[in-house]
């Protein structure tokens, strides 16, 4: 294992691509750092300051992001999903928060994952991994960490809208003009729907040391 090893885990929201690039990094002894709180972050406190991010300027709320933000139990929110695609779409915000993301894993490597870690952040990096679902799969899996009771009489409704949701903000993603979600041309897709955490880490680990050896 090199020590700059630098692993990219993209992909859209509620994939899975979280809990593989925590696991990876806690199987390989890297840092770990998602980086799509990043961005919640900056939306949240964006949020909480009274100002709409489809309209007001992110930059100097993304400057102020610090490790206590990406600690908040709030940021896992619809609201903050749609604050998060539209600050992360201002050029001056990402320009902040790519510098953040290359000092994070330019001494020591670490494992990342969001959106256009290996398109954009890395697009050396060692090891690129697309993980995928199927909206439906993606919109259960938020409904279950959003909810207080899963048994709610609503559920269906309500994973139904969380669907739309999630489709709207891919939809979003994939269009902007800024560093736009998509896999990088080197990436290997994992899709997820019908595999568990330790299957999706199994395949993972091959995946990585087929890469660096």
Sequence with gaps: MTQRLVIAV????????????????????L????????YRATGRRMLDAGHDPATAPAEEFAAGVGMEDLRRTDLRV???????????AQPAVRRVLVDVQ??????????????DIGTVIFPDAQVKLYITASARTRAERRWEQMAADPDAPDRA???????????ARDAADSARAT????PADDAVHIE???????AVLAEALRIVALKTR
């Design 102 to 115: 290359r000092r994070f894993a330019g001494a020591h490597g670490a494992v990342l994952d969001g959106r």
């Design 10 to 29: 993209d992909g859209p929201a509620a994939a899975g691509k979280g809990t593989l690039a925590r696991s990876l990094a806690e199987a390989l002894g």
């Design 179 to 182: 560093a736009p979600l998509r």
């Design 78 to 88: 619809p609201e903050v999903d749609r604050a998060a695609s539209l600050v992360a």
């Design 31 to 38: 840092p770990y750092l998602d980086t799509g709180l990043l």
């Design 192 to 198: 997820t729907d019908h595999l568990d955490a330790a």
């Design 157 to 167: 409704a309500r994973i139904a809208q969380v669907e739309r949701e999630i489709a």
